[in-house]
């Protein structure tokens, strides 16, 4: 089985690609899509895009994203939120099986420990797809954290 895993973020959303075999898990691509400044309008095609250019590259069986939580900051939280429409909207084009996570379920599938701090996260994710380093930025490793999460809360047979 692939996941795709998202980060959502309007500036920058995080992307982690793994396969799932059995109880053994590999990586096959992580990154970040990056927007520049300029109309919210052309900054959500730009993630629409490279979402649907992330499917067709991978071919995914299933997509899962964080599941947007509180945000102190209002504005930016309404901005995820449209970041994490227009990856859904490429996912449901694609007719992907699409799960979305909280950040305390993303820990505890991924540490054990649904209050684990963010270095414990990105420790759990370099040894489960055994990577040389953490990958970065932080979106990235967060990224691989969710399609970890994934992995692990599937019901799907492989």
């Known amino acids: 089985?692939?996941?795709?895993?998202?980060?959502?973020?309007?500036?920058?959303?995080?992307?982690?690609?793994?396969?799932?075999?059995?109880?053994?898990?590999?990586?096959?691509?992580?990154?970040?899509?990056?927007?520049?400044?300029?109309?919210?309008?052309?900054?959500?095609?730009?993630?629409?895009?490279?979402?649907?250019?992330?499917?067709k590259q991978h071919q995914p069986d299933a997509f899962a994203t964080e599941k947007l939580f509180f945000a102190v900051n209002k504005t930016t939280a309404m901005d995820v939120a449209k970041a994490v429409g227009v990856a859904l909207l490429a996912a449901g084009e694609a007719s992907l099986d699409i799960?979305?996570?909280?950040?305390?379920?993303?820990?505890?599938?991924?540490?054990?420990?649904?209050?684990?701090?963010?270095?414990?996260?990105?420790?759990?994710?370099?040894?489960?797809?055994s990577l040389k380093e953490t990958p970065k930025p932080d979106d990235v490793a967060d990224a691989l954290a969710v399609a970890i999460c994934h992995a692990f809360r599937s019901r799907v047979k492989v």
């Open 1 to 55: 089985m692939v996941i795709l895993g998202i980060d959502p973020g309007l500036e920058r959303m995080g992307y982690g690609v793994i396969r799932r075999v059995g109880s053994k898990m590999e990586v096959l691509d992580y990154g970040l899509l990056q927007t520049p400044k300029g109309p919210i309008q052309d900054r959500l095609i730009l993630l629409h895009k490279g979402v649907q250019d992330l499917i």
């Open 99 to 129: 799960a979305e996570y909280s950040p305390p379920e993303i820990k505890q599938g991924v540490v054990g420990n649904g209050s684990a701090d963010k270095k414990q996260v990105q420790f759990m994710v370099t040894k489960l797809l």
